[in-house]
């Protein structure tokens, strides 16, 4: 998360090998790129489906299936706030409100000089102590009281 | 002496890193340490910082950043604070409780192999090794313990089953996709007592004669990602896994339905998260077409007490068919939050109202949806539901994996209807029609139903849709999805006799629909 760079096949080559121990490496070895490279480009999609002896449009439909792996780079931070239920009784909605216009970006979207994705989550387990959210893995909560202020300093803003 | 500052996921976001780190370097030249337990489980005073004294751990909270400087003076001496909570256990929130599985929660430190030997780890596992396989399952059977995920499965019938069936490779997979809204106690469970849960495994592993073992943990959850980890090194080191019963670490990747058993062993075979068709069952023909024993983190966690204690400790606990305890979350708009652990058999209306304080905004509460987003919406008049498998059942409701989640009186059912629906369109694995196409069609039934086009005819064809979803869906994510608009429509059908409130949440935004 966070660092988009392009994709570099040794690198991927240094951290597949951490996986080929692994039965059933795909997710491990995508969650791996992703957390390296930012998303899952096309040449990265080629290159794990040749090592992994699939065909490309397998490793795809992987990849379009989950949620968390992205098929075109993210912004530098990503911030992810939940939207399920029991946030939802705390007051999610006027929070992600709050969040769009501060940080000028819609829920689902990129910043156009990509330097955040706002994106919705469904339930980070916080959910005693919601609206809550996840900065690049960092977990906030409380955002409709004084955890808004902390959360958009954790964004730099 | 020690201080302790808990170190779960709920303090850390509201803080409680910076709390710690302001303690630690004040205290350092007094050689005091500073402990990062999980979560005692009274979510209001988090970030919650305990001092050991001789009449036990008094309590701070909520402690934020701000208040550090004037806690530091008094804390060591458990002197007055105006946050100073006294001794937990005389507190209302923990008075009720019956802790077994939460027991070591928020005490030990789960980074800390011997404080988990020290406060009765491996126990269990002891006595388990002295046992024959069949009679630990025996002792699984005779404590009732039911699958704690949802669907509330007898644990000692799925183990028999997978221990009768025949492989060379049998594996345990521990379900902590915790997917659900208003549910944390995997998360809690594996961030403070991370040992329990993989005693836990090997026990099941001993009964059924697996050779490896799989926990599939959201990628939502990174601290417990991080604690777990450590807690599999620490194992492997201390020799609680060895080459003959290891544990491997799987991360989701964002799918709800991946916390389905069969779309999760799909998952950990890296494939797409398809809900498979049963029979064959997991316990036959499961990860890798072998035996499986999949449960969830609260059912596997229950194991090492009730071989320690005796099953008949623990079936002496609940009501009915629901033996022992519940670690129930309380969540959403309440005063009292939290993880609460108790014996089955308190009421619907107990739980919101006298144990979770009525709701944190003040206002009336006017919905209650249990069981997470396929869970029924219970109104104030099915308050007196004891929380009970077969209770709920009766009601038209569902316990799940045990979330409470309260809603004020400014919610709009006929949106949390459609939020239903949508999110089960979003989340569908897309393999049965019912579920991928018929929740897309319950979306825009409600829409038009919200809009006043035909309300009358298409509260009519929602109700058929539902029936379709119940009976015609592969798996309980189209089949249960019928429990929250149901519920919606027969307890509150005032709200969708009118337009869309402001006020509702409203549909999913950015996330695209497989
Ligand atoms: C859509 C869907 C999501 C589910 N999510 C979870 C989950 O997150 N955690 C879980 O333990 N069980 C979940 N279940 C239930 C599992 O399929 C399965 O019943 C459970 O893991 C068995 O373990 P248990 O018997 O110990 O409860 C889900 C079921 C469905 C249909
Ligand atoms: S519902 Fe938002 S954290 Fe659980």
Redesign the interface.
Known sequence: MGHSSDFDPAEAARLALEHSH???????I??ALQGRFGWIAPEAVAWVAER?NLSRAEVH??V??????RDHPAGRQVI?VC????????G??HVTAQLEERLGV????TAPDRSLTL????????????P?A?VD??????LSG??LA?CLKGVGR | MKVYVSGD??A????ADEVAAQITAALRPRSITVVRPGSRGY??A?PLVEVETPTGRVAYGPI?EEDVPSLLPVLLEAGPHPRRLGRLEEHPFFVGQRRLTFARVGIIDPRSWSDYRDHGGLEGLTRARALAPSEIIARINNSGLRGRGGAGFPAGLKWKTAAEAPGARKFIVCNAD???????A???LMEGDPFLLIEGMVIAALAVGATRGYIYLR??????IATITTALATARSEGLLSASFDI?L???????VCGEETALLE???????VVRAKPPLPAHQGL?GCPTVVNNVLTLAAVPHILASGPEVYAGFGMGRSRGTMPI??????RH??LYEVPFGLTLGQLVDEVGGGS?SGRPIRAV?VGG?LGAYFPRALFDTPFDYEAFTAKKGLIGHG?V????DT?DLAA?AR?AME?CAVESCGKCTPCRIGSTRGVEVIDRIRGDQDRAANLVVLKDLCETLRFGSLCALGGFVPYPVESALQHFPEDFQRAPQA?G??H????SQ?
Do not use: W
Not at chain 2, 219 to 224: G, M, Q, T
Not at chain 2, 508 to 511: E, F, I, K, S, V
């Open positions: 692994q039965e059933g490496a795909l997710l491990p995508l969650h992994l439909g992987v379009s299936f989950y949620h968390d792996f992810k939207q399920a239920e029991a946030c939802q009784a705390r999610a909605r819609k829920l689902g979207q994106e919705p989550v469904y339930c980070l387990g916080l959910c005693g102590n919601g809550a996840l893995g960092r977990p906030y909560a409380d004084r955890g902390r | 996921a709920a850390v976001a509201l803080g979510l209001p988090e934020f915790e997917g659900d809204s208003g549910t944390f995997d998360r809690m990628s939502e959850y990174p601290l417990a491997e799987r991360i989701g990747a964002g799918a709800y998952s950990i075979e890296g494939k797409r998260g890798f979350q309380l969540a959403g708009n309440l939050t939290g944190l949806q987003p979330g989640v309260a809603f004020d919610v949390q939020f999110f006020a949440p409203g999913l935004p950015g996330r497989r």
